[in-house]
């Protein structure tokens, strides 16, 4: 059976650098699917500058990730949600602090949820970011720990048509592109890495339909302005693969949408709240 350390709790990483440029930015926006039609996401001299999708947040998180303690089996370490908090816009390029520590660890039972926070900050000490992680450690629960908050469900309003909707679909080669990003799980792209996660084919990086949920939200009810995006919170319900054409839904609720992203055959996103100013 999985053992959980609940040690490793509170415990907050060293600081790591994150030194990018314009093309760091445009990689992850081309990784999400971005075109030339979106031209202030891929080009460095587009009029009024280059603007970074806020979900760009979670490529220099991801290199200050938290120690889940020793002898951790990877293969049943799920990703159930992804949360970006942003407080100032992120800049094109220079240098990003991150620090990270594993907030809570909840016993479900059947398994155990892992919360992740990485916190991201200029060389100044300007706070930019905060991403969230909750990650499902299966069998890993009955371990006698607190069970935590029950989640609430959002769902869109029954019967009501959305108040925006863009579909894309997702390019044959979209994962083996977001995962020059820094997200280099073979299951992404090796067929026999699939398999064994139980997969006929490779899927879609979780974190790549996040970030084209995210384009979508920027390109449609915030006309373009990156720096309106002051938090998303999604979960991720089924996988998506390369072929398949996803559909990014939001419904207008007080200060923001709710978002439910989909594919043909399934919601891929669910729970998902952003707030926006």
């Known amino acids: 059976m999985p053992r959980v350390d609940l040690s490793v709790i509170d415990k907050k990483t060293d600081p790591v650098v994150f030194d990018y440029n314009w093309k760091d930015v445009v990689l992850y926006a081309l990784g999400v699917g971005a075109t030339p039609e979106e031209l202030p996401l891929v080009y460095e001299h587009a009029p009024g500058g280059l603007k970074v999708l806020p979900s760009f947040c979670v490529v220099p998180a991801m290199r200050a990730f938290p120690k889940f303690g020793d002898d951790i089996e990877w293969s049943l370490m799920l990703h159930g949600e992804q949360t970006i908090r942003l407080y100032h816009p992120i800049p094109p390029a220079g240098k990003l602090i991150q620090t990270g520590v594993i907030t809570d660890i909840f016993d479900k039972g059947k398994g155990a949820v892992y919360h992740a926070k990485i916190s ?158």
């Open 120 to 277: 991201g900050t200029s060389e100044e000490g300007t706070h930019i970011y905060d991403a969230h992680w909750a990650i499902f450690y299966l069998g890993a629960g009955g371990f006698g720990g607190d069970p935590g908050p029950k989640a609430d469900s959002i769902k869109p309003p029954e019967g009501i048509k959305p108040d925006f909707s863009f579909s894309c679909p997702v390019a044959e080669n979209q994962a083996a592109l977001y995962r020059l990003s820094g997200d280099l799980n073979p299951l992404h792209l090796d067929p026999a890495a699939a398999k064994r996660g139980g997969f006929d084919r490779p899927i879609l990086h979780g974190l790549c339909t996040y970030g084209i949920a995210t384009r979508a939200i920027v390109n449609g009810p915030l006309e373009g302005d990156v720096n309106r995006l002051k938090e998303f919170k999604a979960r991720f319900s089924s996988a998506v693969y390369p072929g398949d054409i996803l559909t990014t839904e939001g419904w207008k609720n007080g200060s923001g949408y709710i978002i439910q992203a989909r594919t043909e055959n399934e919601v891929v996103l669910s729970n998902g709240v952003a707030i926006v100013k």
